[in-house]
């Protein structure tokens, strides 16, 4: 018998919410990136697990790339989770939004950080704090709080 991956069990989660959300408005999309690491190095590194669009005021559109982790870490999630940490901080610098949500699997809850919280130290830490971070009880919560 095959062990579950906590990390796609997350990924599903949010991909389940992405889903409803594009059914529900046209003005929502949302895109899988082909994932390098099920393709045994067949593919280069993706940016993120999702690309996703949503339109805001006067026809423009905030891109969001969304990558998914999961931590037994109940504190902290390890940068080395975050394997294509640079390549995001290029698209941050370039005004993408970027978010990181992280399932903890020590508290079964969800935390998500920002951009603004990956990116804002003179030198990358080897850990992300995830104590002061507002706790939600699902994906669904936390990605609806995010985007509305």
């Excluded at 919410?17 to 280069?44: M, N, T, V, Y």
Aim: aromatic share 14%.
């Amino acid at each position: 018998m095959k062990k579950v991956d906590p990390g796609k069990w997350a990924e599903k989660e949010a991909a389940t919410w992405l889903e409803q959300c594009s059914k529900e408005s046209a003005e929502f999309a949302w895109h899988r990136f082909p994932d390098s690491k099920s393709a045994r190095g067949a593919i280069a590194a993706q940016p993120s697990d999702f690309l996703v669009s949503v339109a805001v005021e006067d026809g423009l559109n905030r891109t969001v790339y969304l990558e998914v982790k999961e931590t037994a870490n109940p504190t902290r999630l390890p940068k080395a989770k975050i394997g294509q940490y640079g390549m995001l901080q290029k698209f941050y610098w370039t005004n993408a939004h970027v978010l990181v949500l992280v399932y903890m699997s020590a508290h079964q809850k969800w935390v998500y950080l920002t951009g603004d919280d990956l990116f804002c130290f003179e030198d990358c830490p080897a850990s992300f704090l995830l104590t002061s971070l507002r706790r939600f009880d699902t994906a669904a919560d936390a990605l609806q709080e995010y985007f509305k």
